[in-house]
């Protein structure tokens, strides 16, 4: 089999953001195409079977874009490319980097890192109820949070509502000291630390004390009408049903709702049926809720995190697998001696 070759030019500014530290993008490429890539200035020669040539010159070409527009070229980034590669989308993500959704406090742009975020964000622009479905790490709350902020400070809203079920996760805390605020204030830390970031403290602390950001458990929605505002809330997956159907007839006029969970990382009570699960098969049908389901693809915190989860979804899937087969054999058992009867 003989080999091909082509050059292509990366200007020398971005080379080495392109092909990483210690050109460890570079050899993941190289091994994930089956090319070899010889760099000299900004001249770089791919060999390689032709397929193999323009496939790798059309992910060059795509991280070269990114790196352009400002980015620092991240493993997720890599990952993620190949990923697209494998389903000839590669040239998306250059699309996805387009939609800055707002800035945060230090400058940096908000954005989605997927096609599943970036779905999810448009989703989030044209209805009125989403869900955010997803793992660890696929950015549910963060880019919700990034929403609200930027509908609040283009004055769509006039206020923004973040809530979350005061569970404890997997461990019992006690008596916590302190007056009502401190004793809430664990539950809703994740929450603050995503307006700090995007906010500022002082900005937010400016609009909490004015009313305009309110931070509070889910208890404190009963018997309110949310008007003109943007409400999030997390962890749903933890509510009860009849939280979830209190939380959802909370909604009034001019309201958006973004409501984000991970259904397998529930911590209630065992055999208690969660709020989210529910809400999903009831209001599968309406056409103004949407249903963004994330997975394992699109997790952008460190790439050991999505090994973590997709190592997690496979055990559970050859679980439940195996649970369906024990329990497929146990029904079998029981027939076998009503089927000797009738033959009887």
């Known amino acids: 089999m003989s080999l091909n070759e082509i050059a292509m030019n990366i200007p020398m500014e971005y080379m080495s953001n392109v092909f990483g530290q210690f050109d460890k993008h570079l050899k993941k490429i190289e091994r994930a195409l089956n090319v070899t890539v010889v760099t000299r200035n900004d001249s770089v020669k791919i060999l390689g079977r032709e397929t193999d040539i323009k496939s790798a010159c059309n992910v060059f ?190 909604i009034g006029f001019g309201s958006k709702v973004v409501v984000t969970g991970d259904a397998t990382q529930k911590d209630l009570a065992p055999g208690a049926a969660s709020g989210l699960d529910v809400a999903l098969k009831v209001l599968r049908k309406v056409d103004e809720i949407a249903v963004c389901r994330l997975t394992s693809a699109d997790v952008v915190r460190h790439p050991l995190v999505q090994k973590i989860v997709k190592a997690y979804d496979d055990y559970e899937n050859k679980l439940e697998a195996k649970q369906k087969k024990q329990e497929k054999k146990e029904n079998g058992n029981q027939d076998f001696p009503r089927r000797r009867r009738e033959r009887r």
Do not use: W
Request: with cysteine; net charge negative.
């Open 61 to 250: 070409e795509q991280l070269t874009k990114l790196a352009e527009r400002g980015n620092e070229i991240t493993e997720q980034n890599i990952n993620y490319i190949l990923e697209l590669h494998q389903e000839s989308k590669e040239s998306a993500i250059v699309e996805i980097d387009q939609d800055i959704i707002c800035h945060s406090i230090n400058g940096k742009p908000i954005k989605p890192k997927t096609l599943g975020q970036k779905n999810y964000a448009d989703e989030i622009r044209n209805k009125m109820i989403v869900f955010g479905i997803g793992p660890a790490g696929t950015g549910k709350t963060y880019l919700a949070m990034a929403m609200a902020i930027t509908a609040f400070k283009n004055e769509e809203v006039s206020r923004i509502i973040l809530t979350r079920p005061a569970i404890e996760a997997g461990e019992k805390l006690g008596f916590l000291p302190g007056d009502l605020q401190s004793k809430v204030d664990p539950y809703l830390r994740p929450l603050y630390d995503a307006l700090y970031q995007i906010m500022g403290a002082e900005s937010f602390q400016k609009n909490m004390e004015k009313g305009l950001i309110e931070v509070a458990p889910l208890a404190y929605m009963r018997g309110r009408t949310l008007d003109n505002a943007f409400i999030i809330l997390d962890e749903a997956q933890n509510t009860t049903p009849a939280q979830m159907k209190m939380f959802l007839t909370r």
